[in-house]
């Protein structure tokens, strides 16, 4: 069973950054794609970012420009930087992992205020 931890959340002025951090219980050189997704209240989860273990990314079009997805494979580790934080993105983040099978973490809470 894979784990994934995520942290880094909090609450942030609108203009703010925060970095999100997502640790798993193994390689991540194992997964297919490695993504963040969010999920805001009454709203569908929807995906922010996404890396593939030959390092390409993806990202939803509200967020290019101001997010970055990044991994450490030393540290079986994915980030998401988050740059010119607005209100609208805020949401719980998840962490997703997919080697098919598709692994979540808990999320972290991520609050722009305006």
């Known amino acids: 069973q894979v784990q994934l931890l995520e942290s880094g959340g909090g609450l942030v002025q609108a203009g703010g950054s925060l970095r999100l951090s997502c640790a798993a219980s193994?390689?991540?050189?194992?997964?297919?794609?490695m993504a963040w997704y969010r999920q805001a209240p009454g709203k569908r989860r929807d995906l922010v970012a996404a890396i593939t273990s030959a390092g390409s990314t993806n990202y939803a079009d509200s967020v290019k420009g101001r997010f970055t997805i990044s991994r450490d494979t030393a540290k079986n580790a994915v980030y998401l930087q988050m740059n010119s934080l607005k209100p609208e993105d805020t949401a719980r983040y998840y962490c997703?992992?997919?080697?098919?099978?598709?692994?979540w973490g808990q999320g972290t809470q991520v609050t722009v205020s305006s």
């Open positions: 997703n992992a997919d080697d098919p099978l598709n692994y």
């Open positions: 193994r390689s991540i050189y194992s997964f297919k794609t």
